[in-house]
């Protein structure tokens, strides 16, 4: 069956260390996949996108990595700060395509 | 300039009532989308259209009718409400890749 799984349990870091969250997705051949930020009592906002052909994508202190043999994408904040503290989600577009596929999230709080 | 607007934030009601929630895009996409998440966060996809076209169902009960007056609009009608519609309905849209949400509607069944 398909899936698409991220770590359920919360992240805590200490401020200034680098956080990586895990996208694993089974039975699915994205294009590419995205991440996403939520903030309690708020809609999701778009962070970044990496296709398939691209193995790493960078936006000032976001990385992504996609590794399509794996079938994982790697998320990482680096020199986190408290406001970094939201829900991360990853996403994939479903065969076929309109339909964007959501994995549950991961809770990151950072520590000041 | 909101991009994805929703009414209304907040709906509290009665099990067995009819409600509605609109939503608004004015950024010219092509695409719009109704959403729900639970109590478990998990965002699940209901509906998508296209142009006014109902692309999507995913196998949503028809207590639940979408409608799109024209693209800039999808509004969700639900009637008989039941104590599992409780959630957050999050509208979207895109262009293309990147979907863009609305701030949800937290809707509580009682």
């Known amino acids: 069956s398909q899936k698409i799984e991220q770590n359920s349990e919360a992240l805590n870091i200490q401020e200034g260390k680098t956080a990586t969250l895990t996208c694993n997705y089974t039975?699915?051949?994205?294009?590419?996949l995205q991440w996403y930020r939520q903030d309690p009592g708020r809609g999701p906002v778009f962070l970044l996108l990496i296709r398939e052909n691209e193995k790493e994508k960078r936006k000032e202190r976001l990385k992504v990595t996609f590794d399509t043999t794996l079938k994982q994408s790697l998320f990482h904040i680096t020199a986190s700060q408290p406001a970094d503290s939201a829900t991360y989600l990853c996403a994939l577009e479903d065969t076929g395509g309109f339909k964007t596929i959501f994995g549950a999230g991961t809770r990151l709080f950072v520590k000041a | 300039d909101t991009a994805v607007s929703q009414t209304p934030k907040y709906l509290v009601t009665q099990m067995g009532n009819d409600k509605s929630i609109k939503c608004e895009q004015n950024?010219?996409?092509?695409?719009m989308y109704w959403y729900k998440q639970d109590s478990k966060k998990f965002l699940k996809i209901m509906f998508s259209?296209?142009?006014?076209?109902?692309?999507i169902n995913e196998t949503v009960p028809n207590r639940f009718s979408p409608k799109s007056p024209d693209k800039a609009h999808l509004n969700l009608h639900i009637n008989s409400l039941e104590l599992g519609d409780s959630a957050v309905y999050f509208c979207?849209?895109?262009?293309?890749?990147?979907?863009?949400f609305g701030p949800g509607t937290r809707l509580l069944v009682l």
């Open positions: 259209y296209n142009n006014k076209e109902l692309i």
């Open positions: 950024l010219g996409h092509d695409t």
């Open positions: 979207a849209s895109t262009l293309g890749e990147t979907q863009y």
């Open positions: 039975n699915y051949s994205p294009a590419y």
